[in-house]
């Protein structure tokens, strides 16, 4: 019987309660139970890793439309928001590793429609300015690193005033 996916196709799949976006990442042949066809499947967990599931082809559904929904323009509103409420001192904090290449940053949508962050430029709608290293601590910035993290929030499409505004709501911190 020929598969119902193929590799790189946007798919449901359950997820908790509900279900979650995923990408069918391998096709396994027809090696379930009673010769079911196997996937796996890979459902962003965005900042993190994404979640890999082994799934019958019973348990997933087509979703052609899943990289439009994700991919809608972001109201600037919501990225103060995230932003402020901790979103930026996050993905701060992911420059502070000591070491390696620092990561680049977008911002998008999580499996619920939520604003979060991401490292894989195709799942991010907003950014791709690389993460000030060592920008933060104890969930404030450092003085010395504000033109720098105010350049990322203009990578947002924040302005001047907006970037000051989060900057002054998240908080300033001499070394």
Not at 4 to 12: A, E, H, T, Y
Not at 15 to 39: N, T
Not at 73 to 91: D, F, Q
Request: net charge neutral; proline share 6%.
């Amino acid at each position: 019987m020929k598969a119902l996916f193929q590799v790189g196709d946007p798919v449901k799949v359950p997820l908790g309660r509900g279900q979650g976006a995923g990408v069918i990442s391998e096709d396994r042949g027809p090696i379930g139970i009673r010769g079911g066809h196997l996937y796996q499947v890979l459902v962003p967990m965005d900042p993190f890793e994404p979640a890999i599931f082994e799934l019958a082809e019973d348990e997933i559904e087509a979703f052609p439309q899943a990289t439009e929904v994700h991919r809608r323009p972001i109201e600037k509103e919501k990225i103060i928001h995230y932003l402020k409420l901790g979103g930026l001192i996050s993905i701060l904090q992911s420059g502070a590793s000591g070491g390696g290449i620092a990561p680049r940053v977008w911002l998008c949508r999580d499996q619920l429609g939520n604003l979060t962050h991401t490292f894989a430029q195709e799942r991010g709608v907003v950014g791709g300015e690389t993460v000030p290293s060592w920008a933060a601590q104890f969930g404030s910035i450092f003085k010395s690193k504000q033109k720098e993290v105010a350049s990322l929030l203009h990578s947002f499409g924040l302005d001047v005033k907006q970037a000051a505004d989060v900057i002054r709501a998240v908080g300033i911190v001499t070394r």
